[in-house]
């Protein structure tokens, strides 16, 4: 089945500052490829995805970029700010090949500091 | 907007209690999840349902049931809670198969501890 390897576990950087959050995918069917912001307290939001037939997407300060030939995907956040801190979890699936879908990164608490 | 909800936000359980954790979501989505969230370990699928009735077990279904009676009611049940199930326990839902996306939209999770 998909792994879903992300790094790193905590990430701290400066307010105004980018930060970027790497995740690697084992299966080469995997062909949707989600992002998850969870704030504490609450459940995971969709904050950004991409499919594999496109190599970039951005959405304002936050952004995602794919590599399917090496099998990994990346999160961008440019000019953080302090609502950026939280946990993010990137995610892997095979668009129609089952109900059970998105395989999970193990997630990376992104602190900002003022 | 999708909405997905969960019944207990907290809740605290004895070793050997029946516990049921409920989650409803109002997209007449077909699939719906039960993950449990620990520190160091992420998201991990217990079990799915692609429709009322059926469910297939996922990743950790060990000492867990569910019950899908509706399709917007997805249903957890621990049949003799445990100590090691103590956990953040987050239900999702998904659009239909042949969907534009697999997005998983979840719900604000409950907290459960078990004594």
């Known amino acids: 089945g998909e792994n879903v390897e992300q790094h790193p576990s905590t990430l701290s950087v400066q307010e105004g500052d980018s930060a970027v959050i790497k995740c690697t995918y084992s299966?080469?069917?995997?062909?949707?490829f989600p992002w998850y912001k969870q704030e504490l307290g609450k459940g995971p939001q969709l904050i950004i995805d991409i499919r594999s037939n496109v190599g970039e997407k951005k959405d304002q300060r936050i952004a995602v970029t794919l590599n399917k030939t090496a099998k990994h995907f990346s999160l961008h956040i440019t000019e953080t700010q302090p609502e950026d801190s939280a946990v993010y979890f990137c995610?892997?699936?095979?668009?129609?090949?089952?109900?059970?879908?998105?395989?999970f990164g193990k997630g990376t608490h992104l602190i900002i500091q003022p | 907007d999708v909405k997905v909800t969960q019944s207990s936000r907290y809740l605290v359980k004895r070793t050997g209690e029946k516990v049921f954790l409920e989650c409803v979501q109002d997209?007449?989505?077909?699939?719906m999840f039960w993950y449990r969230q620990d520190p160091g370990l992420g998201l991990r699928l217990i079990y799915f349902?692609?429709?009322?009735?059926?469910?297939e077990k996922g990743d950790i279904p060990e000492g867990y049931s569910v019950s899908r009676e509706k399709k917007e009611r997805f249903s957890l049940i621990l049949e003799s809670a445990s100590t090691n199930q103590t956990s953040m326990y987050l239900c999702?839902?998904?659009?239909?198969?042949?969907?534009?996306?697999?997005?998983?939209?979840f719900g604000p999770g409950t907290r459960l501890t078990v004594l």
């Open positions: 299966d080469s069917a995997s062909n949707y």
């Open positions: 999702a839902s998904r659009p239909p198969w042949g969907a534009i996306t697999d997005t998983q939209y």
């Open positions: 349902s692609y429709d009322v009735k059926m469910k």
């Open positions: 995610a892997a699936s095979t668009s129609g090949g089952g109900a059970d879908g998105l395989t």
């Open positions: 997209m007449d989505h077909e699939n």
